[in-house]
């Protein structure tokens, strides 16, 4: 493992050194786990109680809390980046050797980049071009006439159904499945006609898919993912859906058909939204919000209530049903007071 001054971190980073630049790191510890070979980091203020306990050989702290630190530590105003950008650097990902597992299924007109990887029982079908440095991990089914990315990563079991195109140094974790059909079906007599979906799933670069989501292909021209995208584990992505550039979506969360998200959004989990919608540039949803209409404009949009006694909840929801009636009341009872108003005015 590299070992590195607290000096070239703060170069690394940014940051400036405060206290002994010589004191050497080769790895992070949580701050209330740290031992003195361990570099740590305080976000804020609500975990200020730790700097007078913590027994990590350095931190990385915001310039609010940093005045005071007596130890020695990296000063930058945004320490979670600064420290990702160090555990990036102390533990670098293991890339796959390069090569093909003999175990591996290829079709004889693929065509595979120079510095390619597939693991073993990797199965690649006719016509799908791997870029150079391609990672294909075992298990893989990669479909006819699919792309993938230069230094593209794709975990174990991961699928990509056929004319999938995925860009440049992306992450795909295991489980996700891109490209599956859509959810499209007609109704035809008290039955379901099934739509044929002949569309595509296009990733830009350097987006990261995690572990089992799924990304349903287009019924007609393509399910786009922007440039940049995070998408957490179990989000489901319905078919047509346009992601714009940098967002991001933590897990469970479920965005139907035909909907046209912006670009630096952030969705938080477990939310839901509703189909053939479009939400504008830097719109951040919070957990478990519920969105059934479009949102235009920038900012922080919430639904749903928070967690109570069950006792309580059940108050509130019996009162929740009444609202309709009581709005109704409300009207009635402002109307009559306009009236007796008015009658006292003449």
């Known amino acids: 493992m590299a070992t590195y001054s607290l000096a070239a971190l703060a170069d690394y980073t940014g940051s400036t050194l405060q206290g002994d630049g010589a004191l050497c790191f080769a790895s992070v510890a949580a701050i209330d786990q740290a031992s003195v070979n361990d570099l740590s980091y305080v976000r804020g203020g609500k975990y200020r109680h730790y700097l007078e306990t913590s027994t990590a050989g350095a931190l ?8 005071n630190y007596a130890g020695s530590c990296l000063v930058n105003t945004d320490p979670y ?12 990902v293991p890339r796959p ?18 510095g390619v990887s597939v693991g073993a029982h990797a199965v690649i079908e006719a016509g799908a071009v791997l ?5 294909i991990g075992a298990g893989c089914v990669i479909g006819e006439n699919c792309h993938v990315g230069a ?10 159904a ?11 974790h295991s489980g996700a499945v891109l490209g599956a059909d859509g959810f499209g079906f007609a109704p035809d007599r008290g039955m379901w006609y099934k739509i044929p979906q002949v569309g595509n799933v296009v990733v830009g670069d350097d987006v990261e898919i995690g572990a089992n989501t799924t990304i349903d292909r287009a019924a007609l021209g393509s399910t786009r993912i922007g440039n940049g995208v995070k998408l957490d584990n179990l989000i489901q992505i319905g078919h047509n859906t346009q992601i714009g550039d940098y967002t991001a979506i933590a897990a469970c969360t479920a965005v139907a058909g035909s909907v046209q998200i912006g670009k630096h959004c952030q969705i938080a989990g477990m939310c839901a939204i509703a189909g053939h919608l479009s939400i504008a540039d830097r719109v951040i949803v919070t957990g478990t919000s ?3 209409h479009s949102i235009t404009e920038a900012g922080v949009y919430s639904s749903g209530t928070s967690v109570t006694e069950n006792a309580v909840w059940r108050k509130n929801a019996a009162r929740f049903n009444q609202l309709d009636k009581l709005a109704r009341r409300v009207v009635a009872l402002e109307k009559q007071l306009a009236d007796l108003h008015n009658k006292d005015l003449d």
């Open 60 to 67: 990385i702290l915001p310039p609010e809390l940093a005045t």
């Open 131 to 135: 870029d150079a440095g391609a990672m």
């Open 162 to 172: 056929y004319q999938t195109q995925v860009g440049q140094r992306c992450i795909i």
């Open 97 to 114: 050797a390069t090569g093909i597992h003999p175990s591996a299924v290829i079709a004889a007109d693929v065509v595979l980049g120079e």
């Open 290 to 292: 519920m969105v059934s």
């Open 81 to 92: 980046l600064a420290y990702a950008k160090i555990v990036a650097l102390l533990y670098p």
């Open 151 to 160: 230094q593209t990563q794709l975990h174990p079991r991961v699928t990509l």
